[in-house]
């Protein structure tokens, strides 16, 4: 289901967490660690950092896909700690992974064909209507997508994804082994209770 579409060379720093996003999506991350703070100092060059799926049980903890993501803003919290906004910019394979001194893994990347990037011109009132429901109603979903874009069905179901409360693997299985209509067969499904 994914199709490679090109290669950057330069090895771009990855950070395994449990968290689903996808291309247009938006989430917070709250940084500690010192490899961590020196990805986001890195990053905010622009080149960016993956977020992939952390995986136990692979090597360098680390699925072999995950999200480019860019951060869009960041604040320093009252216990100290460095709290940044992301957002996906590309989806992308994940090769030739190293690992820095400190810890902070490394990989090369391909950015990847997937259904959330498209623009998807169909309007699905039964996905639409209530996910645009629920970001009006949660002041950090309204925040962070104060324009969703209802209309593109690509992206109410990346959001559906990134938001419904489903296992990792399901999450993984949903972005990268279905496409859209799979994936919009499935939420509707989930929706009705069947």
């Not at 247009?24 to 960016?48: C, W």
């Not at 296992?167 to 989930?190: A, G, H």
Request: hydrophobic letters at 40%; aromatic letters at 8%; proline letters at 4%.
């Amino acid at each position: 289901m994914v199709e490679i579409m090109s290669t950057q060379t330069a090895l771009i720093p990855v950070f395994p967490l449990p968290v689903c996003i996808m291309v247009g999506g938006i989430t917070e991350l709250r940084i500690f660690e010192a490899r961590y703070v020196r990805l986001v100092s890195e990053a905010s060059s622009g080149r960016g950092f993956v977020i992939s799926h952390y995986e136990s049980n692979m090597p360098h903890t680390s699925s072999e896909y995950g999200t480019l993501v860019d951060i869009i803003d960041f604040k320093t919290l009252d216990n100290g700690l460095l709290c940044i906004t992301v957002k996906g910019r590309a989806m992308v394979s994940l090769s030739l992974f190293t690992q820095d001194d400190d810890g902070l893994h490394r990989a090369q990347i391909a950015e990847i064909e997937h259904w959330s990037q498209h623009n998807e011109n169909i309007y699905d009132e039964a996905l639409a209507q209530p996910l645009q429901n629920l970001i009006n109603h949660h002041d950090e979903l309204k925040r962070n997508f104060p324009h969703g874009d209802y209309q593109n069905l690509a992206w109410v179901c990346a959001r559906y994804v990134e938001l419904l409360p489903l296992s990792s693997s399901k999450k993984q299985q949903l972005m990268f082994s279905q496409n859209l209509q799979q994936c919009q067969q499935f939420i509707k499904t989930l929706m009705k209770g069947e």
